[in-house]
C-alpha cells in the first residue's frame, strides 16, 4: 500500500489549441514531466485539448486527449488550470472568464486580449482568488513579465523600453545589413519565416503597442490599454533614411516606451535612431531585448529570441509552474492594487530628432528652413545637404526640443513651395529629458 | 474594533551587518514599505541590526534597532527572517545555520559562503521547512538566480556563462579603450572604487569562480562548490595580448562558464578573446551579463550593472518579498534533489586557441614551430608575425581542438631553444565543439 504522503499531488491542464506552441507545451510538460514535479512537488496532466476538430489523428497525443467541445474542459472539476493558446479576442475572452469564473486558474499568451481586456481578467482573477499568467505574450522566451512582478518590487521603476517585435526587428536589420528596400526585407521576412503573410499587425506596431499596453500595466501598476499606446509603425522608413542614418553612426529601431514623467506616465511605439554603441543598436535579426530602469536600479537587459514556438512553449510551462508553486492571490493583487497614474502627453516630451527633407535645389533653401525652425527655437546639431538631380536632399538633425514646438515648426516648414515631399522626423533615442 | 480581516500579516526581520548595503536595505524598506505591503499583502518591520558596535548613532535608523548581541536577534520568536549582509566564511556560517535551525527563513548575498556550504544550507533549509535566498549574490540586480530557478524549469539548460565580475570586466575594457597596462587600469579601477584597495579576489577570478559555483549548481541540480571550478584571472593579461586581440578582431573578457557536455558539467572561469560581435563584447565597464541556453529555449541574455550598494540591496529585498509571497518548501527541494552529474574534464574540452610566443627572429623559426604543432595535429588558423628588435613575436589562433592536445603540443614547444618566454594561450570563444 502505498501511503498518502508519498504520492505527489496532481492537477489536471486544459489545453485550448493545438497550433506549434500548443503541441511543444504539450511535448516539454511530457518530456520534462519528471523536472517539473521534483521542481514543485506537483505532477501536471493534460486532461483534455481542443481543437476545431478532434477527429483529426495526431500522433504525438492520444486522439482521446482531443475534444471540439470547451464543456468538456469547464465543465470538469478535476481540471483545475486552462491554458489558453488560440489567440484573438473571441471565444478566447470567453474561455478565459468562464475558467475565472469558476476558480480554475489561466496561463495565456495572448497579447491583444490582455492588451484590451487586462484589467477586466486581472480584478475577475483576484475576485475569484484564482491566477492569470501571461509571460508569453510578451517577449517569448525573456521572463520579463515574471522579472517585473518579482524581482522589481522595491526598484521603483521609471521606464521599461526595448525591442518587442521580433519581425520589425528583422526588417530594419535586413534593410541596414543589406541596403535593401522596405518591401525586399518584408519579403525576406516572409520567406524565411519571421512575418506572417499579412503583416500588419507587425510592421504597423500595432503588436508592439498590445506588449508595451501590458508591460506599462505591470511596471506602473496602471490600466494601459492599447487604446492609450501612440503607436508609429516601419511602412514609412526609406531605405534613404537607414543610409543616412548609418553615415550620422546612427541604426534605426522600432522601440516601444514607457517612460514615467513626474508622476504621469506616457507609452509609445516609434522608430527610433540610436547611437551605434547602444546596447539595443546591436540587437539584431528577430530578437527582443527589454531594458528595465529604476530609481534603485541601474539599467538592467533582458534579451532573447521573439516569439518562436519553442521560446513560447517554454515561457508557457513557465508560467504553469509559478502557478502551481505560488500562494495565491500573491503579488496579482498588488498588479489590480494599481495607482491608476495619469498620461503624460506625446506633446510634452522632449526628444531629438531626425528629418529628411527633399527640397528644391537652388541657392538659399538650407537658410530659409533654417530660418523657420530658427524663429521656433527648434536648434539644428548637424545638417548634410545631397544633391539628386533638380532637387537636394537634406538631412538634419536636432537638439532635443519638446514635441509640440517641433511640429509646429515642421507645419510651417511643409508650407514652404520649396519642400517637395512630406516631412519624415524621426526620433534620436538617447537624449531625453524633460 | 479592526477585525482581523482587515490587519494586513506582519513580518519582522533581523539585519546582520549595516554597511553600505544594509543601509540601503534598511532604506528601501522604509521607501517602498507601501508598495511591498500591497504586492505581498504583507508588512515587513526591521526589528533589530546587528553591529559591532551599538553605541554609535546612526542618523538614518534609530539607536534602538541596532545591537551588538546576534542572540537579540536569534532568540527573539517574532524575528522570522534573517538577512545576512556582513560576509565571509565566519561568523556568518553560523548565524545563517542558527537561524534556519529554527525556521527562520535567510536572505543573504554571500557568494563566498554559498559557493563553499551552499549545498549544506540549502538542505539544513528544506529540512526545516524554511526558505534561504541569495540574488544578491551573484550578479547585484541582474535577476539571473530567480530567473534560472523559477522560469527555466523547462528549459532544460545546457550553458549559462557570461561576464560576472565587474572588477574584472572594468580594468579589460580600460586595458581596450586606452591601451593602459594592466597595473594602469588597476590602479584607475581602484581610484574609481571599481576595486577594492586588496583586488587579489577579483582579479585572480575566485569571486568569479564563487559565482560561477553557485550557478552552476542550480541550472544543473547539481552540487558544484569552488573547488570544482577551474580558474585563471587576469593578472597575465598582457597590453600586448589586447592590441594583437584588436587586430584579429577580437575583445578580451573574463569569462564564467559552465557547460553540459552530454551528462557532465564543466566549470570554469578564465580570459577569453570573442569576436567584436558576440553580445558579450559589448559589455564594457562594471556591468554584468549572464547568458543562459538550453535544448528549447535559445541564447536569453540578462545584462545590467554589477553589484553596486543600491542594486544589491534592491536585490536583497527582492528576495525578501519572493519569501513572503512564495510557498514552502516549493523549488528549493527541487534545487536540493539535484542529479549529481558527473564532471566533465578540463582537458577533453575542444576550443580554439590563441597564442602569443616570443620567438628568435631568424630564418626557420614559424616552420619549425609550425611543425610542433602539426605533429601534434592542431592546426594553425591564423599567423601574425612581428619583428621586435632582436627577437619577433608570433601570434597564431588554433582550430578547435582537445585543450590536452593543445597542451601536449604547448609543452614541446617550451622545450624549444628559439621560443624565448612561457607561452600564454587564451581561449577563443564561440566555437566551443566537443
Known sequence: MVSSKSRPKKIYIGLLGYGTVGSNVYGLLENQADEIAQATGTSIEVKKILVRDATIPR???????????????????????????????????????????QGK????????????????????????????????????????IKVLRESMVAADLTSVYGIVNGTTNFILTEMSRTNAKYQDALARAQEWGFAEAD??????????????????????????SLDDVGCVGIEGISSLDIAYARELGLTIKLLGVARLYDDKINVRVYPALLEQDHPLATVSGAYNAVFLQGKSIDEIMLSGPGAGGMETASAVVGDIVSIISRKTPGPLEYLVAHRD????????????????LEVEDEP?????????????????????????????ELVMVFHPVKEKRFRAALEKITELNMVKSAPRPIRVEGSDEQ
Open 199 to 224: 503583416p500588419t499587425e507587425d510592421i504597423s506596431g500595432q503588436d508592439a503597442a498590445a506588449k508595451m499596453a501590458i508591460l506599462a500595466s505591470i511596471a506602473f501598476h496602471t490600466p494601459v
Open 341 to 356: 497614474l495619469k498620461f503624460f502627453s506625446d506633446e510634452e516630451v522632449v526628444s531629438k530628432f531626425y528629418l529628411r
Open 59 to 101: 500522433t504525438d497525443a492520444p486522439v482521446e486527449l482531443f475534444t471540439d467541445n470547451f464543456d468538456d474542459i469547464i465543465d470538469d472539476p478535476q481540471i483545475s488550470m486552462v491554458v489558453e493558446l488560440i489567440g484573438g479576442l473571441e471565444p478566447a475572452f470567453d474561455y478565459i472568464t468562464s475558467a475565472l469564473e
Open 105 to 144: 486558474s489561466v496561463v495565456t499568451a495572448n497579447k491583444q486580449l490582455l492588451a484590451k481586456q487586462g484589467f477586466y481578467l486581472f480584478r475577475l482573477a483576484q475576485e475569484k482568488k484564482t491566477q492569470i499568467r501571461f509571460e508569453a505574450s510578451v517577449a517569448g522566451a525573456i521572463p520579463v
Open 364 to 392: 538659399g533653401v538650407l537658410a530659409s528652413i533654417a530660418r523657420v525652425f530658427a524663429d521656433q527655437k527648434v536648434s539644428v546639431e548637424s545638417v548634410i545637404q545631397k544633391g539628386r538631380g533638380a532637387h537636394a
